[in-house]
Nanobody
Framework: QVQLVESGGGLVQAGGSLRLSCAAS????????MGWYRQAPGKQRELVAL???????NYADAAKGRFTISRDNAKNTVHLQMNSLQPEDTAVYYC?????????WGQGTQVTVSS
């Protein structure tokens, strides 16, 4: 049974930072591209960043220069370090295995940025 469990969301002021984590089980983690998506109220889910098994990564324009995705294959975990957060970053953030739009999703973690 595949499980992706996100953590690290919360409420932060504009300009602050958060580090999201996603712990995976039930998959050969090192073989999967892992992604972070987000969905704001009334908007479509969008890709924020993804990291391949090789360690190479891609970012949405909105995340470039502020967010960093990383993975720890020994711990089956992927992280998203988010700096200089802005109110428009407010959303539910989801972990995805097999990104982009892979088969497995976490339950999401809420990130709220106050102005």
């Amino acid at each position: 049974q595949v499980q992706l469990v996100e953590s690290g969301g919360g409420l932060v002021q504009a300009g602050g930072s958060l580090r999201l984590s996603c712990a995976a089980s039930g998959i050969i983690f090192s073989a999967y591209s892992m992604g972070w998506y987000r969905q704001a109220p009334g908007k479509q889910r969008e890709l924020v960043a993804l990291i391949r098994p090789s360690g190479t990564s891609n970012y949405a324009d909105a995340a470039k220069g502020r967010f960093t995705i990383s993975r720890d294959n020994a711990k089956n975990t992927v992280h998203l370090q988010m700096n200089s957060l802005q109110p428009e970053d407010t959303a539910v953030y989801y972990c995805n295995a097999g990104a982009p739009l892979g088969a497995y999703w976490g339950q999401g973690t809420q990130v709220t940025v106050s102005s």
